[in-house]
């Protein structure tokens, strides 16, 4: 069996990325891994955003979004499991890909989708992305929307 050390898990904040989680989970603590949180903040989804202080505004509150879903990882974790948190700012599945590079995660653990609607339409899916470049494995977790609540609707310019 192929240890791991680190698993990256990819967190958008919605209810299905937990269904992903507990995958995660599980082979953190048959392989003493640490989990490693990451949000994405999309920057391409609000750039072209004139004022100063909005986009200030803005980013603010995403971070904080951010910040809330990995949190959010850690509450759920076992206590036997280690859990990191990252918030970046980039195009979700560069960076995504990036940060499996740099931080020398041995797995990708992500649903197969987060948000979804126009969302997914137009940015099309950063789970197939991450799949096509990801220089280490990546566990594909199909999530049911109907198996868990309808998340809020969440703001159209964060993703995963």
Do not use: W
């Not at 951010?66 to 206590?79: F, N, Q, S």
């Not at 979804?116 to 594909?140: A, F, Y």
Request: proline share 5%; glycine share 8%; charged share 25%.
């Amino acid at each position: 069996m192929t240890p791991y050390d680190t698993i990256l898990v990819p967190t958008d904040g919605s209810r299905e990325v937990e269904q992903a989680l507990e995958h995660a989970f599980d082979l953190a603590a048959t392989h003493n891994a640490t989990i490693r949180a990451l949000y994405v903040i999309n920057a391409a989804s609000y750039g072209g955003l004139q004022m100063e202080a909005a986009l200030e505004g803005i980013a603010d509150a995403l971070h904080g979004e951010g910040k809330a879903a990995v949190d959010r990882v850690k509450e759920l974790a076992p206590a036997d499991v280690t859990v990191e948190t990252e918030v970046r700012k980039g195009a979700p599945s560069q960076v995504i890909v990036d940060e499996a590079d740099t931080v020398a995660c041995d797995l990708v653990v992500m649903g197969t989708h987060g948000r979804g609607g126009i969302d997914r339409l137009l940015l099309g899916s950063v789970t197939e992305r991450v799949v096509r470049r990801s220089p280490v494995p990546v566990l594909t977790v199909q999530v049911e929307r109907d198996s868990v609540e309808e998340s809020p609707e969440r703001s159209p310019i964060a993703l995963e």
